[in-house]
């Protein structure tokens, strides 16, 4: 009896194995631990990538990263306020720079004029908790580089976050689904 009970509690003990969910990803927090991400577990801090970062990751090879850039709410707005106190003239064109459709337009200009080449492939409006989003998907040429690169942009309850996950174009198909998992994966706390 003994002896049917020990195989019996293998059996289940390797049925319970190899169903566990194999996710091994980890949460990454920013320094002031006020957001975080889930990420891999393959992917490492890259140090003096994106100077605007907040988090920058990278995996073992460093042809994924990953990066969130924050902007206060309060702080874009005073800008866009500033820039109409002393530009009257282009007040009705930039009063509609405020706001989240207003960040998301600026960052989306920005960087349509830092590349030579820019393809949005998927943009969508959506919200993931409290969160509004919104995600594109876009190729981009940069000197001799094309990047396939994941952005979500939220706004969060005091700032506006820009989440980019960037590879190499020639990759894109192999790491888009764990690209468009860490896009969506911050949370503010």
């Known amino acids: 009896m003994y002896k049917q009970l020990t195989i019996l509690a293998i059996l289940l003990a390797t049925l319970f194995a190899a169903c566990a969910p194999k996710d091994n990803w980890v949460e990454v927090k920013s320094n002031d631990s006020t957001i975080s991400l889930m990420l891999p577990p393959d992917m490492h801090t890259l140090k003096g990538f994106n100077n605007y970062a907040i988090l920058q990751y990278g995996n073992l090879d460093n042809s994924l990263s990953v990066i969130v850039i924050a902007d206060t709410i309060s702080a874009y707005n005073a800008l866009i306020d500033n820039y109409i106190a002393e530009n009257p003239d282009s007040a009705d064109v930039?009063?509609?720079?405020?706001?989240?459709?207003?960040?998301?337009?600026?960052?989306?200009?920005?960087?349509?004029?830092?590349?030579?080449?820019?393809?949005?492939?998927?943009?969508?409006?959506?919200?993931?908790?409290?969160?509004?989003?919104?995600?594109?998907?876009?190729?981009?040429?940069?000197?001799?580089?094309?990047?396939?690169?994941?952005?979500?942009?939220?706004?969060?309850?005091?700032?506006?976050?820009?989440?980019?996950?960037?590879?190499?174009?020639?990759?894109?198909?192999?790491f888009d689904a764990q690209m468009k998992r860490m896009v969506y994966s911050l949370r503010e706390r």
């Open 94 to 174: 930039f009063s509609s720079a405020k706001g989240f459709d207003g960040y998301c337009s600026m960052v989306i200009s920005n960087l349509k004029a830092e590349a030579q080449k820019f393809d949005v492939s998927e943009n969508t409006d959506t919200t993931v908790k409290t969160f509004k989003i919104r995600a594109f998907a876009y190729n981009a040429k940069y000197d001799t580089d094309k990047s396939y690169i994941r952005l979500a942009i939220y706004e969060g309850k005091v700032c506006y976050y820009q989440v980019f996950a960037m590879i190499k174009s020639t990759r894109a198909e192999e």
